[in-house]
């Protein structure tokens, strides 16, 4: 055996230890990889059920909100014809009512003119 030889042997354990030391990280880190795998899986799994829930979720939310806008387009309707009621019955009976009030605010400043004259006609005759 030469010393080429002897080196080339030399040089090759080197590297055989040299490939095994980082042969150790290597299957550690397949062994992290197989974990991280299994963890995404076990994620996916849960998720797709909650996903669904919440698909679901939104539907009845959906749901509840053209309900809620039918409601509004109702009370809407609704505040629009009472209001055109009381314009209606203020049109109606409020201008009669205006009438009678005068009328009887007129009546009743003539009885007091009439009293009033009464009462200074005695007061001059005394």
Do not use: H, W
């Amino acid at each position: 055996m030469t010393g080429g030889d002897i080196a080339g042997l030399i040089a090759a354990g080197v590297f055989a230890v040299l490939v095994g030391l980082i042969a150790i990280p290597l299957i550690k880190l397949g062994g992290v990889f197989d974990q991280t795998r299994d963890s995404i899986k076990d994620v996916s799994d849960g998720i797709t059920p909650i996903l669904a829930e919440s698909t679901v979720t939104v539907q009845e939310a959906n749901k509840q909100l053209a309900r809620v806008d039918v409601i509004t387009r109702n009370v809407e309707e609704v505040t629009g014809n009472v209001s055109s009621l009381v314009a209606l019955f203020a049109a109606s009976v409020g201008g009669p009512l205006i009438k009678l009030a005068s009328f009887s605010a007129a009546v009743r400043a003539g009885i007091l003119g009439f009293r009033g004259d009464k009462k200074s006609r005695r007061a001059a005759g005394d």
